[in-house]
Nanobody, 128 residues
Framework: QVQLVESGGDSVQAGGSLILSCALS????????KAWFRQAPGKEREGVAAIYIGGSKYYADSVKGRFTISQDNFSNTVYLRMNSLKPDDTAVYYC??????????????????????WGQGTQVTVSS
């Protein structure tokens, strides 16, 4: 089992910035990919960014150039820095972990069904 705890959600004005953090604990030795997803009211959960244990990163087109995912393998923490926030970024943001022996093909990095463990979510609200 892997436990994930997100923090950093807040209410900000459009154009502002936030940094989300996600602390992982438990059986993380097989955690190959960490990711951020978001879900706005009435919408499906969507992948925002993913980072592989080797450092490869993937982003949704809607956040490329504005969001940056990073990780600290020593502290088992994954971050999402969000710049130039827009009202459309308003959502509950979830951290997720993919655990496996074989890893995850890159094409599945932003697919929610690829992930085994999830945090409880943190609310981000962007006002215009």
């Amino acid at each position: 089992q892997v436990q994930l705890v997100e923090s950093g959600g807040d209410s900000v004005q459009a154009g502002g910035s936030l940094i989300l953090s996600c602390a992982l604990s438990g059986d993380t030795y097989n955690t190959k990919v960490k990711a951020w997803f978001r879900q706005a009211p009435g919408k499906e959960r969507e992948g925002v960014a993913a980072i592989y244990i080797g450092g490869s990163k993937y982003y949704a087109d809607s956040v490329k150039g504005r969001f940056t995912i990073s990780q600290d393998n020593f502290s088992n923490t994954v971050y999402l820095r969000m710049n130039s926030l827009k009202p459309d970024d308003t959502a509950v943001y979830y951290c997720a972990a993919h655990n496996s022996v074989w890893g995850l093909a890159e094409g599945w990095a932003l697919t929610s069904s690829s992930y085994h463990y999830w945090g409880q979510g943190t609310q981000v609200t962007v006002s215009s």
